[in-house]
């Protein structure tokens, strides 16, 4: 079956670099659009950016000049990868599937994985 | 970017109630799609293209509208529908959600 799981650290400092894993497995990267939504008490729910079943990508300019997001579709993995970290950015970190029912309808979900911007 | 504005915020509703959740967009849009989001788990696709029911959602739940206007409706609320619920749109290669209304049963 279909799941999405996320990796990385509790802890980042300000200043520096987040980096998170989605392993995937019940489906390929090549054949599905990879999104990254992030949750934070700010802001609520925010579309970060994805990366296309052919391997480009679009971002949420709101991110854009410090977001990187890339797969390795042999490891059935996606990262992302955010620097320059600030405490606002604190929230939890999702990636989804784009659903083959309609693009931009996130019909699975990983757990997330719960990021602390703090020294 | 879209701005996406849900009323109310925070709402209580009696067993076998009905209620309305609205999202207003900042400009036109052609569909609207909504989740449930229950604490401490991620967000579930509840309502997509507007009106679809995603797989497994029951029938008192409805979805409607269109432009800058959308709602989800349930008919008869029920204790398992106490969570919170999201709006969402795609266009002009911008993907923005509502903040959300939390629905509490009273």
């Known amino acids: 079956q279909v799941q999405l799981k996320e990796t990385g650290p509790g802890l980042v400092q300000p200043t520096q670099t987040l980096s998170i894993t989605c392993t995937v497995s019940g489906f390929s990267l090549t054949s599905y659009y990879m999104q990254w939504v992030r949750q934070t008490p700010g802001k609520g729910l925010e579309w970060m950016g994805f990366?296309?079943?052919?391997?480009?990508?679009e971002y949420n300019s709101e991110f854009k000049s410090r977001l990187s997001i890339s797969r390795d579709t042999s490891k059935n993995q996606v990262f992302l990868k955010m620097n320059s970290l600030k405490t606002e950015d604190t929230g939890v970190y999702y990636c989804?599937?784009?659903?083959?029912?309609?693009?931009?309808?996130?019909?699975?979900w990983g757990q997330g994985v719960m990021v602390t911007v703090s020294s | 970017e879209i701005v996406l504005t849900q009323s109310p915020t925070t709402m209580a509703a009696s067993p076998g109630e009905k209620v309305t959740i609205t999202c207003r967009a900042s400009?036109?849009?052609?569909?609207m799609h909504w989740y449930q989001q229950k604490p401490g788990a991620s967000p579930k696709p509840w309502i997509y293209?507007?009106?679809k029911l995603a797989s497994g959602v029951p029938n008192r739940f409805s979805g409607s509208g269109s432009g800058t206007s959308y709602s989800l409706t349930i008919s008869s609320m029920e204790t398992e529908d106490t969570a919170t619920y999201y709006c969402q749109q795609w266009s002009s290669n911008s993907l923005t959600f509502g903040s959300g209304t939390k629905l509490e049963i009273k």
């Open positions: 989804a599937r784009d659903s083959p029912l309609r693009r931009s309808l996130f019909d699975y």
């Open positions: 400009s036109s849009v052609s569909y």
């Open positions: 293209d507007t009106s």
């Open positions: 990366i296309r079943s052919g391997g480009s990508t």
